[in-house]
């Protein structure tokens, strides 16, 4: 089947058979690696991307019901301003590891800060705990959408 | 010509073109790199002055590129935020770990301890090769000139050092260049967060090799084998071929497994699934997990395998025996998956004369190359490999059997040999086919006498070893006694008289390896709780009943002293109570001391682990950030998995399948992590693991000191309930 996809500004023309996870749509066919696979089960939060400015987990999102929503993943992050602030935060306290989920605490850190622009630890930890972080730099993440949350203050 | 002088050390030198490169060559002496052809350099530093750093070390998120980097630049009088890395290819002669021998690896928390000289001696040379150049061209004396931020200055002129590079690199190579000074360092010990590697894993760029993609590659999902020792028989596909994008599948030469192969990756997992495998299960694991322990207890009830440290055993029984309070405690610990967030992968990749190359987060890049060799048929040198960031490791990517390097390497070679094939393993594939941690069952028996002294302590452990039966037997097994099953027992900082130490190695249920801290990561915790354990019995304070057990006079206890009572004061170990309990542990590996205080509140009557306060003595600090994340990351490792992390065996097969049945540590699940660093001016060393240690036992004794109640079963929530 071919699927017309609207990511990160721009409109695709994909092949892939229906049931296919976006994810997969993503990495496989646009090319477009930062959204990471981590456990294809919704566990996890490493394939997290923005429809229509929603974080969805790509892994348990279908191809075929994407429709007409524009998809922006972590190469896109840094067009809009809460994504460039949450970019900015974590570079300024280092927060990656491996680097690996880091893509996906991203994305999830931006649909915080949209949806709660001055969060507390309680309610990032709540938000944030369908991202895992193996090398376990949660810390770092709560420091880092604070921060976030400060510099979109101004 | 090539001379070689004094010490070995190169003293003639070509130019590279507009690139000086500095290494090692095989004799360990400093060279060009178009000297020697099997020549590499740790560095580079090109026409436009940009350098380079050439990282031997694998990047899993533990700062190895930020930790060589930082050398470079430090001798080189630049901001560690001004150079740049590259990941170094497979070669062993130059590229292995002083630590291991022969072998370019990256393991047991060794790349800072290994590369510390390495990296900074070539730093300096090239430093003063490119102050000799511009000495020469401008006819003064080499004392006369500095460097400093890629300038050279001096005598009223300045150049850069990429005009430099040529004639730099036709200068002799100093025989023993000059290291800065401690008191000079600007870059080695700075606080600042700098991580190379941060930018690219924030925008999505950095390359894992999860995300190669080669022209016309192939996809190969693996269906293994559910129970070690299983065998293919037959495979039937024909639901497969309804697959979109399944191209065809085979049976692996060593029965393991079968190979899908298809055109993308969810086409491999998808005809993977439709696949069905006949097996021959005659030769495989049959047991559960309740009949292992079962067999783990048998062997500590009869004789021990090894009398680790040839103690008197009767004597050290007679001690304890006799002793004024006798504690007698055993402790379990379930096999552990690494389960590093990047599920294991690589890709191989035919070249035109014949060899391959691998793309993969190469942990061992010596194994790909033996690996190759032996299942293609070619030579080590005509191996590759592209190393890329490894989404965490944990010591997954690296193990006796080169695991999935087999696999991919057999999968491609079943084929023409024509097109790359990428090996991707699911998260359940991850799970069901772990390397694991292996299971561990400890009895301990402890004398104290009337003033809180330890006077004997009877160790028995039963655990399968990691290292029998792998090509790394022969370095670490010494008289039948496996050190992996039995460090940090013995060899730990305390003064404890009247040890005995015994082993029994079990039978393996499961492949088994190293996992973050090795057997550290239960002996410690054995260790610790007797200790708090033999604390409240002699009704001494836990940070004071350690004390009294280091030998201040010694290296090691004062070192481990000096952590702990950093650690307790930092944690207000003193103002205990008020709805906050904590626990403390303290525990030396690999040579880096580290103490840790857990303080946890019972919300709801449930455990919730409010703040970890620690403290780090790791010899020099040459990354001070790198170094608390590190234990920021592997205390979380340690806690999480002490709390939930529990793999299974049922009839031999793994219940467990992906996180939601081996659930990580979640953001909620920790609080507040407080780092301290001792300063030191000892050679740096390891940091990747030595956090994990201590980290639950800590929470087991603060449990213990809020509850009452000992956990010496994991993981916790069988017995306890965390807040969630
Ligand atoms: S890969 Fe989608 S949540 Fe884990
Ligand atoms: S940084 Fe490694 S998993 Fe999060």
Known sequence: MDYTVKINGATRQVAAEPGTPLLWVIRDELRLTGTKFGCGVASCGACTVHLDGEPVRSCQTYIEDIEDAEITTIEAAADDPVGAAVQQAWGELDVVQCGYCQSGQIMSAIGLLRETPKPDSTQINDYMSGNVCRCATYQRIRAAVQRASEILEG | MTTLSRRGFLQTAVASGAVLTLGFTPRGALAQAAQTQQLTPFLKVAGDGTVTAIVKHLEGGQGAATGLSTLIAEELNMQLTDIRFEMAPANAAVYNNLLFGPVQATGGSTAMANSFMQYRTAGAAAREMLIAAAAQQWSVAPESLALKEGIISGDGKSVSIGELVGDAAKMDVPAEPTLKDPSEWTQIGNPQRARRDSSDKINGQAMFSMDVHLD?????????????????????????????????????????????????????????????????????????????????????????????????????????????????????????????????????????????????????????????????????????????????????????????????????????????????????????????????????????????????????????????????????????????????????????????????????????????????????????????????????????????????????????????????????????????????????????????????????????????????????????????????????????????????????????????????????????????????????????????????????????????????????????????
């Open chain 2, 216 to 724: 016309g590659m192939l996809v190969v999902a693996i269906k293994r084998t559910p129970r070690m020792g299983g065998v293919v028989i037959s495979f039937d596909d024909s639901a497969a071929k309804d697959i979109n994008g399944f191209d065809h599948a085979a049976t692996l030469p060593n029965g393991a497994g079968v190979a899908v192969y298809a055109r993308n990756t969810w086409a491999a997992f998808q005809a993977r699934d439709a696949l069905s495998v006949e097996w021959d299960f005659s030769k495989a694991e049959a047991r559960g997990s309740d009949e292992i322990l079962a067999d783990l207890r048998m062997q500590l009830d009869g004789e021990p395998d090894y009398n680790v440290n040839n103690a008197d055993q009767a004597a050290v029984a007679a001690t304890i025996d006799g002793a004024a309070t006798t504690l007698s405690q055993e402790f379990y610990f379930p096999l552990l998956a690494h389960s590093p967030m990047e599920p294991i992968n690589a890709t191989i990749e035919p070249l035109e004369n014949g060899g391959v190359r691998y793309h993969d987060g190469a942990q061992g890049p010596t194994a790909n190359q033996m690996v190759a060799a032996q299942i293609l048929e070619i030579s080590p040198e005509q191996v590759e490999v592209k190393s890329l960031y490894a989404g965490g490791f944990f010591g997954r990517r690296l193990n006796g059997g080169s695991d999935y390097l087999v696999e991919l390497t057999m999968a491609y070679a079943l084929t023409d040999r024509t097109r790359p094939v990428k090996l991707v393993w699911s998260r359940e594939d991850d799970v069901t086919g772990g390397w694991y941690r292996p299971m561990a069952l400890h009895r301990v028996r402890v004398g104290l006498d009337d003033a809180g002294k330890i006077i004997g302590w009877e160790h028995h452990v039963a655990t399968p070893s990691i290292f029998k039966g792998s090509p790394f037997e022969e370095a670490m097994v010494r008289d039948g006694v496996d050190s992996s099953s039995i460090e940090g027992i013995a060899d730990g900082p305390y003064t404890i008289p009247g040890m005995a130490l015994m082993l029994s190695d079990a039978k393996k249920a499961t492949t088994v390896n190293w996992w973050r801290s090795v057997g550290h990561s239960h002996t410690a915790y054995v260790m610790e709780v007797m200790m708090d354990l033999a604390a409240e019995a002699s009704g001494i304070d836990p940070v004071e009943f350690r004390l009294n057990h280091l030998d201040q006079n010694s290296d090691d206890g004062s070192r481990a002293a000096q952590v702990l009572k950093l650690a307790a004061e930092k944690a207000g170990w003193a103002q205990q109570g008020d709805g906050r309990s904590l626990g403390v542990a303290v525990h030396k590996s690999f040579n880096t001391y580290i103490a840790e205080v857990c303080e946890i509140s019972t919300p709801d009557d449930t455990i919730r682990i409010d703040k970890v306060t620690a403290a780090v003595d790791c010899g020099i600090a040459v990354n001070p950030d790198v170094i608390k994340a590190q234990v920021e990351g592997a205390i979380g490792w340690g806690m999480g998995h002490a709390m939930r992390g529990e793999i299974t065996l049922d009839k031999g097969e793994i219940v467990q399948s992906n996180f939601p049945d081996y659930e990580p540590l979640r953001i909620a699940d920790i609080g507040a992590i407080d780092v301290h660093i001792v300063p030191s001016a000892l050679p740096p060393s390891g940091i990747g693991e030595p956090g994990t240690p201590p980290a639950a036992p800590a929470l087991a004794n603060a449990i213990a000191r809020a509850t009452g109640q000992r956990i010496t079963e994991l993981p916790m929530i069988s017995s306890t309930d965390f807040y969630l």
